[in-house]
């Protein structure tokens, strides 16, 4: 019988496992028992050892020095990434500000050529004369003709559309 040096149970050591050596009483034991010499070993080295300990030390700052790097250099990362997603909604934002203000431009530019056509005093005027017209567009075959060379073009005068 023996007596385990992590837990202090007593233990049969069995000698087909490796932890048997150490006397400890199973492998969860063998593991904290080994951690736990590994600390003991370092501890006393660096009480013992000045020129280990400043090895030690060294090496232990350059790794701490490697570990900033590779955090900071995530972060830098990170924020770039967040930069270029802000600038390319912004740049959507803006193109879609622009496609709005030409749509008012337009709507501005077909309200004054009907009121200036028809001569209307009043937006109720205007109305008026601006359904007629679509009216006309529409019995024209303008709705066809329009789907035929896609929005864009559509008040481009075309001489294969219509009789
Ligand atoms: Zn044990």
Do not use: H
């Not at 622009?98 to 530019?109: G, S």
């Not at 009043?122 to 066809?144: C, I, N, Q, Y």
């Amino acid at each position: 019988m023996a007596i385990c040096a992590e837990c202090g149970k007593v233990f049969r050591p069995d000698r087909y496992n490796s932890w048997r050596e150490r006397l400890y009483c199973g492998p969860s034991c063998a593991l904290t028992g080994r951690k736990r010499s590994q600390r003991d070993w370092r501890l006393k080295k660096f009480e013992t050892d000045p020129e280990w300990a400043a090895q030690a030390r060294a090496l232990s700052a350059v790794c701490q020095k490697a570990r900033r790097a590779a955090i900071k250099a995530s972060k830098t990362a990170a924020a770039e990434v967040e930069g270029m997603a802000l600038r390319r909604r912004e740049e959507a934002d803006k193109a879609r500000g622009a496609a709005e203000a030409a749509t008012r431009q337009t709507a501005l530019l077909l309200f004054g050529l009907c009121a200036d056509l028809s001569d209307s005093k009043t937006p109720e005027e205007v109305a008026r004369f601006s359904a007629m017209m679509v009216d006309k567009g529409v019995r024209l075959g303008g709705a066809s003709a329009l789907q035929a060379r896609q929005s864009t073009y559509a008040f481009q005068p075309q001489v294969s559309a219509g009789p």
